[in-house]
């Protein structure tokens, strides 16, 4: 093995575990999204979130940029619904600054 080819390996490695490691982040994020499933939180609220949960975040067939900026689009929605109780808007306050920084590596 060559050194051109030990490091186009080691490239390949490293956006591997990057991506591993941005996915598991990822899944994390839709575990705290998904506390937003609560009695004091109103219905549509609870269903759009776990749609942008679902039809974005998580869904891989999207490209990585995209799925998080969608997320951070439909969440900032939710954040500015007058219904919201205010410690969920806090809480999508959160999980917005975790999926800046997620976007900011992805970038």
């Known amino acids: 093995m060559n050194l051109k080819t ?3 390996q080691a490239i390949i490695l ?3 575990v990057l991506s591993m490691d941005i996915e598991t982040r990822l899944q994390q994020v839709a575990t705290v999204i998904n506390q937003i499933d609560d009695p004091k939180v109103p219905r549509n609220i609870r269903r759009q979130a776990k749609e942008a949960c ?3 975040l998580l869904n891989k067939a999207k ?3 995209v799925r998080i900026a969608m997320s951070q689009s439909k969440l900032e929605e ?3 619904d ?3 109780p205010p410690e969920f808007g806090t809480l999508i306050l959160m999980i917005n600054t975790e999926l800046e920084k997620i976007l900011t590596e992805v970038l």
């Open 82 to 84: 007058p219904n919201i």
């Open 54 to 56: 679902e039809q974005w």
């Open 6 to 8: 030990a490091t186009q």
């Open 14 to 16: 490293r956006i591997t």
């Open 63 to 65: 490209k990585l940029d």
């Open 78 to 80: 939710l954040y500015e």
